[in-house]
């Protein structure tokens, strides 16, 4: 009987604290496979460990529990608590979210953190306003363009089906004579093998997880820009947690940030090499085509600054320690 005693009262311990754990689910854009997803989880089990098993944080990937083009609206909206999305996939909401997708303004992994930390203050601000709370961002490899052929200049994309994923991809398009068709990474495969799409911008990352040498033969290394991830919670959720939860998401974050880049700047090289050894042409733009693009990135550059307004020049100024 006090056997007895003693094993129900740890049961009752026990489903005390079962019972005071919260579960978070967080629904994100990318496949498992991805080094995005990855450091999600890594940042889900940092969690965890800080918070003593208190906050679970389950990760979802590749648009399992929510497509990605639906992640910010139902972390806004308490759907789910947490998530992952594309930054700038929000430009249309406000001019600000696209400060990354400016061509060839930041260029480079160092260029694109002076970038971020220069936008960080004033995106958590327009966040916050929107019920959102910013906990990490992490960026993707240096955008580059492919093709099924062979691309000397922008005349030689003309009418070519491009795939965009955001505000500045469709513009791209539209300055270089391409139709365009948003398609998130989830549904690329098919739109490629269905002929929807014939073209893209996208990083290293994407034509490796995707061995997309079996649909395009060219990936031409333009380093046209850095976008980032970026990883959200629920204002009213966030707020719920007692300060120790809310400490170890920042903490948690905070770390996850560092190691997400880490891995992304360690990662640029392998991919450009296996998109190589899968048989692809990966090479840097030739002189018209350079040319070519810099003259689209001069002309989306100042649309970007007019539509974001005095955000805008206050990132740029601070971007270029003005």
Request: proline share 3%.
């Amino acid at each position: 009987m006090k056997r007895f005693t003693v094993l129900a009262a740890g049961l009752l311990l026990w489903a005390g604290a079962a019972h005071a754990a919260e579960k978070w689910n967080m629904p994100t854009a990318y496949g498992n496979a991805n080094y995005h997803t990855q450091n999600a989880r890594l940042f889900a089990k940092a969690v965890g460990v800080c918070t003593g098993g208190k906050l679970e944080i389950v990760v979802h990937g590749g648009g399992s529990l929510i497509k990605g083009g639906e992640i910010k609206r139902a972390v806004q909206n308490g759907k789910a608590p947490i998530g992952e999305r594309l930054l700038s996939a929000h430009q249309n909401e406000n001019a600000v979210f696209g400060f990354d997708s400016v061509p060839l303004l930041a260029t480079s992994f160092e260029a694109s953190e002076k970038l971020w930390r220069a936008t960080k203050g004033r995106l958590t601000k327009i966040l916050a306003a929107q019920n959102l709370v910013l906990l990490y961002s992490v960026p993707w490899p240096p955008q580059g363009m492919y093709f099924k052929r062979a691309i000397g200049g922008v005349s030689d994309m003309r009418g070519i089906k491009f795939r965009a994923y955001n505000a500045a991809t469709a513009r791209f398009a539209e300055l270089a004579g391409m139709p365009s068709v948003h398609i998130e990474l989830a549904e690329l495969e098919p739109a490629l093998a269905s002929g929807k799409v014939e073209a893209y911008i996208s990083s290293s990352a994407t034509g490796y997880e995707l061995k997309q040498w079996k649909h395009v033969s060219h990936f031409y290394d333009t380093q046209a820009w850095l976008p980032r991830n970026y990883v959200f919670a629920n204002k009213r959720a966030f707020e719920a947690l007692d300060a120790h939860a809310q400490n170890c998401l920042r903490s948690s974050a905070l770390l996850a940030e560092a190691a997400g880049t880490a891995r992304a700047r360690e990662l640029t090289g392998f991919y450009l090499e296996q998109l190589a050894a899968g048989g692809m042409s990966v090479e840097k733009p030739g002189k018209q085509l350079a040319a070519d693009l810099e003259k689209i990135g001069e002309i989306m550059s100042a649309e970007w600054t007019k539509a974001a307004g005095a955000e805008g020049a206050a990132i740029i100024n601070a971007f270029r320690g003005k």
